[in-house]
């Protein structure tokens, strides 16, 4: 499904088969291995305290201000009935996820409060906008 939601309507495609299942770049598995690993992150983390006065870093603040685009993205797409444009967004926040994730420890970390709640919000989004897309999480990859 997602092979042919992340094009315009209208435009041409050209449908590569193994490009569809591929794990990395812009496709259906890798945004669903994005989820299922955020839900993975979150499985992991106790209730721990928050820190006072916490900074954010670099990568959690480009990854908050992806998930903040959400809402605009989502009514632009339903306005121009143009899913593309919603699937490219979940494909770019997959990516700024991937980087937080490389780059911020999130279980057992002291920071492990504030990063769960970011995960989680990510969650949220993108399994939000996958299920506009008629997309479903599975529950391990």
Known sequence: ??????????GNIIFDPKESV???GNSGPYLLYSAVR???????????????NYTYNNYEKL???????YKSILSEAVTEMAPHKLANYLYELAQE?????EHCPVAGSP????????????LDVITHGLKIL????????
């Open 97 to 101: 996820f991937s980087r937080f994730y």
């Open 38 to 52: 955020a839900k993975k992150i979150l499985s992991k983390i106790k209730n721990n305290q928050g820190i006072k």
């Open 111 to 122: 920071e492990e409060s504030e990063r769960k709640k970011l995960v989680q919000v990510y």
């Open 134 to 141: 008629n997309i479903g999480i599975p529950e391990e990859m």
């Open 1 to 10: 499904k997602y092979a042919f939601l992340k094009y315009k309507m209208g």
């Open 63 to 69: 990854l908050s201000k992806k998930i903040i685009e």
């Open 22 to 24: 591929k794990m990395t």
